[in-house]
């Protein structure tokens, strides 16, 4: 995406680039916090992340430019808020796939044991 010039992400710290910091730093900390203070409640995570994504759309990227971390180029906010939107929703998606996968787990482990135990 940063090849079709939708966003530039400048030099950063090294060994890190802007990019790197950006999306380890306080972005993926804060979907992760969202994700676990809201994770089985959809609506009330999508809502929430939402509003977190606003905000730092609308007001939060004019600080970013400033610093020279990130500043978009070919793409609107509203776009990139569309972007943010269907990242929240593979992170919950991903999650939501995981819980079931580990849950069939433990209930075959549930059934070994207790088909054992007889």
């Given at each position: 995406m940063e090849k079709e010039k939708w966003?530039?992400?400048?030099?950063?710290?090294p060994p890190l680039n802007s990019m790197d910091i950006f999306n380890i730093g306080p972005y993926f900390i804060t979907s992760l916090w969202v994700l676990k203070l809201t994770y089985g409640k959809f609506p009330k995570y999508f809502m929430s992340n939402t509003i977190?994504?606003?905000?730092?759309?609308?007001?939060?990227?004019?600080?970013?430019?400033?610093?020279?971390?990130?500043s978009l180029v070919k793409l609107t906010k509203v776009q990139?808020?569309?972007?943010?939107?269907?990242?929240?929703?593979?992170?919950?998606?991903?999650?939501?796939?995981?819980?079931?996968?580990?849950?069939?787990?433990?209930?075959?482990?549930r059934k070994r044991?207790?088909?054992?135990?007889?």
């Open positions: 966003w530039r992400f400048y030099k950063g710290i977190l994504h606003i905000l730092f759309i609308f007001h939060g990227i004019k600080y970013i430019q400033r610093l020279n971390i990130l990139y808020l569309l972007i943010d939107a269907a990242r929240a929703l593979i992170l919950y998606g991903f999650q939501y796939i995981q819980e079931k996968i580990q849950a069939c787990f433990h209930s075959i482990q044991v207790h088909s054992n135990a007889k």
